[in-house]
């Protein structure tokens, strides 16, 4: 295994790990289980619990036991991903996954269009899955394609699973990370990505927010040249 494929599969294996907010003492019979020497001390790696996971797994697991965490915590180690979701197919932009709770869907969706008018096309999953693809799998094809991840922290954002899995997978493939936290009754970002400053949302509209996330995309030089060539003068409106 290639030493760049083990570091990624290592840090999605250890933000999903964290995210199941489990104890100290299962998190290493987790990784007994899986045959990880674990530190006599716990706070070997850092006095945080995803410190610890990531340090150990990286310093003390072997391949075979990093793919078969993976495996069994369901980390995509395919580097082929097949072709990008429909939605996709045809995008010159830049390609935004959008992650979010279901219920907060329309929140979402109001970013991801107002986003599109500067060549940014934002995958929202609830929306742009076609109704007869394999759920998992077009979230899949979205998450190994991607430009940049966009996580659009609500209340119980970090509760979730399925966005713990993709906020992983993002930190995995080191695309460039924004996130987005409501205010006042969003959360602040966990994990790995809990240490970079979060874009906050007090009334602004989402053409306003939209702009501001435009504005850090364009910061990646590998995004700005993907940017839409003009210049739009946005007048806000209320927002969502």
């Given amino acids: 295994m290639k030493k760049s494929h083990r570091y990624r599969l290592s840090v999605a294996v250890a933000e999903i790990l964290w995210s199941k907010r489990l104890t100290d003492q299962k998190v290493d019979l987790y990784l007994k289980a899986f045959g990880v020497p674990v530190p006599y001390q716990f706070d070997r790696f ?4 995803r410190d610890y996971i990531l340090g150990t797994i990286v310093h003390e697991a072997s391949d075979e036991s990093v793919a078969e965490m993976a495996e069994d915590l369901g980390v995509v180690q395919s580097v082929d991903a097949g ?22 869907k329309k929140k979402a969706m109001r970013l991801r269009d107002c986003l599109r008018i500067y060549g ?25 394609t991607m430009d940049a991840f966009l996580s659009i922290h609500t209340e119980n954002f970090s509760q979730s699973s399925w966005t713990q899995q ?10 460039p990370i924004i996130s987005l936290k409501m205010v006042p009754k969003g959360e602040n ?26 504005d850090l995309l364009g910061e990646h030089p590998g995004l700005r040249t993907k940017l839409a ?8 409106s209320p927002g969502t």
């Fill in 46 to 49: 850092g006095p945080l619990q």
């Fill in 83 to 104: 072709p990008p979701p429909k939605l996709w197919e045809a995008s010159e932009g830049i390609r935004l996954f959008i992650s979010h709770l279901a219920v907060e």
């Fill in 120 to 144: 940014v096309s934002g995958f929202v999953a609830h929306m742009d899955i076609e109704p007869t693809a394999d759920w998992q799998t077009e979230i899949e094809r979205a998450l190994f």
């Fill in 166 to 175: 993709e906020v992983g997978f993002a930190v995995a493939r080191r695309v």
């Fill in 189 to 214: 970002p966990t994990g790995f990505i809990g240490r970079q400053q979060a874009l906050l949302r007090y009334s602004e509209s989402a053409e306003q927010i939209a702009i501001k996330v435009v």
């Fill in 229 to 236: 060539a003009k210049s739009l003068t946005v007048s806000p």
